[in-house]
């Protein structure tokens, strides 16, 4: 036992790790293709966010592990919402922005019922896997339209240019195969540990991947929303954690529907699931009501991930 606590360790430290360079080295290289800040912030830092989740989902899914990589994405939805938002707002009170209510929590929403949708079969297939990552192509597409045009949406990454104009592309290019590399052993470690715990602890593949794999695919989302909260840089906003969970969806659960179907259990369709549309659905007053998500919003949604937590055990 405790060597699968180690690996679960190290695999978080590697997948943070893997995170932070993935980003750090394909922002770098966009910038110097002179991409504009939207679309950097659009694709390259989204997916990059997401990352983790994809790798260890893909992984899972692989190894005849479907519990997990579903348990990854929808307990990742529910912890970037719940814990991730809870925590930040108690620190200090995050503002939302307009386009956040009319298009990102709508899109969330949408992406969310149609997994849902998908999933009464108990089934995961290809096809709806193609059908979830193209209408992400055309969300991103209509988005950076809409960006554009308006220019009121316009993702800041603070003299990212700059400094990355500085650095060599061969070591921008590093940053991305170092990223690759601890994203790729992190997520395996992480699925072995993890899989090692629930038999050692006799609980199912289900709980562990929601709980235990969920959280460490989230930490990134979480370490950088307290340092900003602490930092007060309010332009950490509700949107990337909404964009973060439409992207988990979309593209993680695409993507690895495409590579290998993903069977879903009846528990996780009339139970966890529940709990990611009831949270999705509880946001919208709050963003709506003040234009802001406070404290008491955040005393709630923490306790609404300690009690889910704790029914699932």
Do not use: C
Request: net charge neutral; glycine share 10%.
């Amino acid at each position: 036992m405790t060597i699968d606590i180690l690996w679960v360790v190290i695999g978080f430290i590697a997948l943070i790790g893997g995170g932070d360079f993935l980003v750090k080295g394909a922002v770098g290289v966009a910038a110097k293709a002179k991409l504009s800040r939207l679309v950097i912030g659009m694709t390259v830092v989204s997916f990059g966010t997401s990352a983790p989740e994809l790798l260890v989902s893909l992984n899972s899914a692989s190894q005849g592990l479907p519990e997990i990589a579903i348990g990854n994405v929808i307990g990742s939805n529910i912890a970037n919402i719940a814990l991730v938002l809870g925590v930040t707002v108690l620190i200090f009170p995050v503002p939302v922005a307009r386009n956040t209510i009319r298009f990102d929590w709508p899109m969330m929403m949408f992406a969310s019922l149609l997994f849902y949708f998908f999933a009464l079969n108990l089934t995961i297939d290809r096809w709806e896997g193609i059908v979830l990552f193209s209408l992400l192509v055309v969300f991103i597409v209509f988005i950076i339209h809409k960006s554009r045009k308006s220019e009121k949406r316009a993702i800041q990454l603070d003299g990212v240019e700059d400094s990355a104009q500085k650095i060599s592309l061969i070591k921008h290019l590093g940053f991305l195969l170092l990223g690759l590399i601890g994203l790729y052993f992190g997520s395996n470690w992480l699925v072995a540990g993890a899989t090692g715990l629930a038999e050692a602890f006799g609980l199912s593949k289900h709980v562990i991947g929601i709980t235990v794999v969920a959280f460490g695919t989230s930490v990134p989302e979480l370490a950088t929303s307290i340092v900003a909260a602490v930092k007060k840089e309010t332009d950490i906003s509700v949107g990337n954690l909404i964009g973060s969970n439409i992207f988990n969806i979309m593209i993680v659960l695409g993507l690895t529907s495409i590579v290998q179907p993903i069977e879903i259990g009846e528990g996780i369709l009339g139970w966890d699931m529940l709990w990611m549309l009831g949270i999705a659905i509880l946001l919208l007053p709050m963003i709506v009501i003040r234009k802001k998500v406070g404290r008491f919003s955040g005393v709630i949604l923490f306790l609404i991930y300690i009690a889910y937590i704790y029914l699932l055990f």
